[in-house]
């Protein structure tokens, strides 16, 4: 090969290619005034502005309640065991120049805000500081007793040294005995059982999650005040919501790379994906298109890390890999860590958990039990959890139980994963395997009531099958799901339970672990 046919086939640099392009432009003869292409700075600085609107005062689409993110990141880094005190202090001002749609102050006083809660300093009397912090799946898993569960004999996988005090202190916690019985049998992702599983699964979900869209950002007094007991639809229910989307851009990347997907391909089905998010997410995906990666892009200036964004999209890591709850923990962690960090990485590893023990028991109560031990002891998240099973073994009913959740929790926004995560427990507890009262008692919990109700319902659906569901939830749903993602717009329900299945067995007969894959250790398993 010639130097000329070498040069022909090596890609221009970026300053070879600036010099083309200056050579290649003349100067354009104008007679008129130009003044119209200066339109578009106009333009930015009005939606930056209508942008700012609404991350201080606005609605959640589907319900229609209340919103103030950026008050909201304030009371998130309280959460987070930092001092806010400075930022609280420009919040009236804030409030009142969304109100009067002043984006000259406003702009000024958000970005003050962000400064001060960049540099705010670490409170150390909070006890948020008391617990563990984890923002990887290593030291989640050497901190962690997943239940092993296959055709071999099951065990608890703990640290040398601490299964025995672990154990021991969790059977006094929730009062159940956390061992693992053997004989436990393989989940057959080729069988009709798992398909019929998978499906109930799906359709369960989307039955939560229209139901719970629809009273999301209120507390029980109000929704009952308003709706009484709900048992139905309140109306004709929708598919449009920004939770599922972020499971389909999973499933995606899962489709092509199997069991070894890396959080770096998730991430780019986001980017290729998604048009926009909300809290965690939006800053995420900010992250990503500023070639921030995971798992920075969860933690750089992201206020809202401890939320619900992880704990409301995990159900299909459980339903990739049933019966195998530390390989659905580690891929939700892949996923999670793209948005999240700590309490809202363990809130995803819980959901996960939840839906993949599903697929091999049968016992609502033991199940929530048994998930619960897998979460790390020393993190605050594992103490929520213990919080709400004690209410449900102390309390005779769930108004009872979630009283006191209420209260103990009232300082976390309604979209944070704590109160969220006792709502899930008291409701699957309560409810205890019945699918109409589960709904009903996830909804009138109320908070986050769709990224609740979407996996509650979704486990119930694992662990029975399509027997549970009922034309009264199924009728009205309807057969295609509408989202709000580039690609996707429309898909039916049978198309993504379908896609589902089929990515599995694939992933399973193929086996797609790379030699250097952190779930080699787990290909027995499978």
């Known amino acids: 090969m010639t130097r000329n046919e070498k040069n022909k086939n090596t890609p221009l640099t970026a300053g070879q290619r600036e010099i083309a392009w200056m050579a290649d432009a003349y100067p354009i003869p104008l007679t008129e005034s130009q003044e119209m292409n200066w339109n578009t700075y ?91 912090i984890y923002t990887n799946w290593e030291e989640i898993r050497a901190n962690s007793t997943f239940l092993e569960m296959g055709d071999q004999e099951d065990s608890i996988s703990v640290k040398e040294g601490q299964e025995a005090s672990i154990v021991s202190e969790r059977s006094r916690e929730t009062g159940m005995d956390v061992s693992w019985p053997s004989g436990r049998a393989a989940v057959d992702v ?28 209120y507390n029980t007094d109000n929704i009952e005040k308003v709706y009484g007991t709900i048992t139905s639809y309140l109306r004709p229910p929708e598919t449009y919501n920004d939770d599922i989307t972020y499971e389909i851009a999973f499933l995606d990347s899962f489709r092509e790379h199997g069991y070894a997907v890396t959080s770096e391909q998730i991430a780019e089905k986001w980017l290729e994906l998604i048009a926009d998010g909300y809290s965690a997410e939006e800053v995420a995906l900010r992250n990503l298109r500023l070639g921030i990666h995971p798992p920075e892009s969860g933690t750089h200036l992201n206020y809202y890390s401890d939320w619900i964004g992880v704990q409301m999209r995990t159900m299909i890591h459980g339903m990739t890999a049933p019966g195998n709850p530390a390989l659905a923990a580690e891929l939700a962690v892949r996923d999670g860590v793209i948005s999240h960090s700590n309490s809202g990485l363990l809130g995803g590893i819980f959901n996960a958990i939840l839906v993949s023990m599903a697929f091999v028991l049968q016992d609502v109560r033991e199940l929530v039990v048994r998930a619960v031990d897998c979460i790390p002891y020393d993190s605050e998240f594992y103490q929520v959890l213990i919080f709400a099973l004690r209410q449900c073994r102390e309390k005779d009913n769930w108004r009872e139980a979630w009283r006191q959740c209420e209260k103990k929790y009232e300082d976390y926004n309604w979209i944070h994963v704590y109160p969220n995560a006792a709502a899930e427990i008291i409701a699957l507890w309560y409810g205890n395997g ?81 030699q250097t894959s952190p779930c080699n250790a787990l290909c027995h398993l499978l």
């Open 190 to 217: 080729f069988s009709d059982d798992y398909a019929d599983r998978i499906r109930a699964g799906w359709t369960a979900q989307l039955i939560g999650g229209a139901l719970g869209t629809q009273v999301e950002g």
């Open 434 to 514: 019945d699918f109409d009262r589960t709904a009903t008692i996830i909804c009138m919990e109320g908070k986050d009531a769709d990224c609740t109700a979407a996996p509650v319902l979704n486990i119930l659906g694992v662990m029975y099958g399509t027997k549970i569901l009922t034309p009264k939830w199924t009728e009205p749903l309807g057969k295609t799901v509408h989202t709000i993602m580039r690609k996707y717009r429309k898909i039916s329900l049978q198309t993504l339970c379908q896609e589902t299945v089929e990515s599995v067995r694939r992933a399973r007969k193929h086996l797609l672990f790379p």
């Open 42 to 132: 106009i333009e930015s600085g009005n939606a930056s502005d209508e942008k700012l609107f609404r991350d201080w005062i606005s609605q959640v689409p589907g319900s229609l309640s209340p919103s103030h993110l950026v008050v909201a990141a304030i009371q998130c880094m309280r959460n987070r065991g930092y001092d806010v005190r400075e930022a609280e202090k420009y919040i009236d001002e804030g409030l009142r120049a969304a109100k009067e749609k002043d984006g000259v102050a406003l702009q000024r006083i958000t970005a003050r805000i962000y400064h001060l809660l960049n540099t705010a300093p670490k409170d150390k009397t909070l006890d948020y500081w008391k617990y563990h």
